[in-house]
C-alpha cells in the first residue's frame, strides 16, 4: 500500500518554524483504504508565493491535471453526487442530513460554481475602495470583509467576499455575475491606474465548512492557527507546492471556514475534509440554507430594484469613506422597504405579490424547502411601514409569517454605530 505524504507549508507569513505530524485514513475510489501522513511546516516568508499571493498575472498560473484518484468529480461521483448539466454537484443525495450537520456537526459544500475574481497592481485598494461599500483602506494583509457593487444610484448588483492578501486582493462573487464585474472593472480602469483584473474561476476550486465541528476538522488538518481569528483572516499555504487559502466564514455565516485552492489538489483535500467527519453537501441544500440564513442573491434579492440598505447590509457599507448615494439614502430616509425572512405552509412562486389584507406590501424574491421544523422559506421585500417580525401575510392563498434572518440587518448594526464606520 503506497504511502502518501501532504505537505501544508505556510506561505508569506513570517511567523518561527513549527511543524507537527497528523495521521488520517483516505478512502480511495477503488475502495481501498489507504493510510495518509500529513507533515504541516510553518515557515517564514516565502519569496515567491504562487497566484494569488503572486503579483503575477493570473494567466501565467500553470497547472498540472490531479492523478486520476485524485480527481474532484470523480471522488465526488463515488461519493453519491449528482451533477448538473452544467458540472454543478446538485446533492449527495443527503440534503436533510447535510442541513442538519450545519445545525449539529459540519458539512463541506464545494461552491466552486461561485467566481472568483483576483485584482493586483499597486493601485489595488484605492480602487477596491471606489468600486465597492467597504472601506478597504482600513484593512490590512491577511484581512478580509464583505462588500456590494453598485450602480450609481446605489442599487444593488452582487454582493462580494473579499480577501485582501500580500500582492491582490481576492473576491468571490455570484456565478452569474463574475464575467459581468470583471467587465464593469476594467471600464473602470483609466489609464494612469496601476491595476489589472482576472477572472480565475476555472483556475480555482472554493469549498466553505460549516457547523459547530467545523473547528475540529481545521484542528484536524492541522490548520488550528486560524481557528479563534476575526471573520473574514486568512492564512496562505501549500499542499505539494499547490497554493490553499484557508479563511474565516462560510459565505453564509461568520463562523465556519472557506478554502480556495487549486484544482490539482482540490480531491485530495476533499477526501481528507470527509475523512475528518464532515458531511458532504450539495447546491440544492446550499440553497435552501441560504433562504434560511437570509443571504441576498444576486438576480434575486439584488437587482436594480432595491438599495443596498434595503436589502439589509449595513455591515457592508463604510459611513466614513464619503459614499454620496449612500449618505443621501440615510439623510433623506431612502429606505422604502425591506428584505424579510417568510415562514410559509407551501411554496410560493418567486415574483408574486406578497399581500396584507388583500393589499400589496410586497413581493417575494426567494423560496425553498424549509428545515429543522419550517415547511418552506422564503425571502422578500415588504414596504417598511408594514413589516415586523410575527406578521402574518399572503402570497396568493398561502399563508406566511415574517421572521428575523441572520444575515439582515435593517438598521446599523451597535457595533458600527460604536466604532464610527
Not at 488520517?24 to 493510510?35: A, T
Not at 465526488?76 to 453526487?81: E, I, L, Q, R
Not at 467566481?115 to 480602487?127: A, K, L, P, S, W
Not at 425591506?338 to 417575494?364: C, E, F, M, R, Y
Request: glycine share 10%.
Amino acid at each position: 500500500m503506497q504511502l502518501l505524504s501532504l505537505q501544508f507549508a505556510a506561505a508569506g507569513y513570517g511567523c518561527g518554524p513549527k511543524s507537527s505530524k497528523l495521521k488520517g485514513y483516505f478512502k480511495d475510489v477503488s475502495g481501498m483504504v489507504q493510510r495518509n501522513h500529513f507533515r504541516v511546516t510553518k515557515h517564514g516568508f516565502v519569496k515567491k508565493p504562487r497566484l494569488w499571493v503572486s503579483a503575477a498575472s493570473a494567466s501565467s498560473l500553470d497547472l498540472v491535471p490531479p492523478p486520476i484518484d485524485n480527481d474532484l468529480q470523480v471522488i465526488m461521483k463515488d461519493m453519491g453526487a449528482q451533477f448538473s448539466s452544467g458540472g454543478i454537484v446538485e446533492t449527495f443525495g443527503n440534503d436533510e442530513a447535510s442541513l442538519k450537520a450545519v445545525e449539529d456537526s459540519v458539512a463541506v459544500v464545494d461552491i466552486s460554481h461561485f467566481g472568483r475574481i483576483r485584482v493586483i497592481g499597486d493601485d489595488r485598494i484605492h480602487f477596491m475602495h471606489n468600486q465597492s461599500t467597504a472601506d478597504f483602506q482600513s484593512l490590512s494583509e491577511g484581512q478580509g470583509c464583505d462588500t456590494v457593487f453598485l450602480t450609481p444610484t446605489a442599487r444593488t448588483i452582487d454582493l462580494a467576499n473579499a480577501w485582501v492578501m500580500k500582492n491582490a486582493i481576492t473576491l468571490l462573487v455570484s456565478p452569474t455575475t463574475h464575467e459581468s464585474i470583471v467587465t464593469m472593472l476594467n471600464k473602470y480602469i483609466f489609464f494612469a491606474d496601476k491595476v489589472e483584473v482576472h477572472d480565475i474561476t476555472s483556475k480555482t476550486c472554493f469549498f466553505s465548512i460549516m457547523g459547530p465541528g467545523s473547528d475540529q476538522v481545521m484542528k484536524l488538518l492541522n490548520l488550528e492557527e486560524v481557528v479563534g481569528k476575526p471573520y473574514g483572516t486568512h492564512l496562505h499555504y501549500a499542499v505539494e507546492g499547490n497554493p490553499v487559502t484557508v479563511g474565516v466564514g462560510s459565505v453564509l455565516s461568520e463562523t465556519g471556514f472557506s478554502l480556495l485552492l487549486s484544482p490539482t489538489i482540490a480531491g485530495l483535500i476533499w477526501k481528507s475534509i470527509i475523512e475528518f467527519g464532515a458531511i458532504p453537501m450539495g447546491a440544492c441544500a446550499w440553497e435552501r440554507l441560504r433562504v434560511l440564513q437570509g443571504r441576498p442573491a444576486a438576480g434575486k434579492e439584488l437587482t436594480n430594484e432595491f438599495n443596498v440598505l434595503e436589502a439589509g447590509l449595513w455591515k457592508t457599507i463604510s459611513l466614513t469613506k464619503g459614499q454620496e448615494t449612500i449618505a443621501k439614502l440615510i439623510t433623506y430616509d431612502g429606505v422604502k422597504q425591506h428584505l424579510w425572512g417568510i415562514q410559509l405552509d407551501s411554496p410560493a412562486p418567486v415574483g408574486s405579490n406578497i399581500t396584507v389584507n388583500g393589499t400589496k406590501v410586497g413581493k417575494i424574491t426567494s423560496c425553498a424547502p424549509g428545515s429543522n421544523g419550517i415547511k418552506h422559506a422564503g425571502l422578500g421585500y415588504v414596504k417598511r411601514q408594514v413589516g415586523f417580525p410575527g406578521k402574518e401575510i399572503k402570497i396568493g392563498d398561502i399563508k406566511g409569517v415574517l421572521v428575523d434572518v441572520p444575515f439582515v440587518s435593517h438598521s446599523l448594526p451597535v457595533t458600527m454605530q460604536m466604532a464610527g464606520k
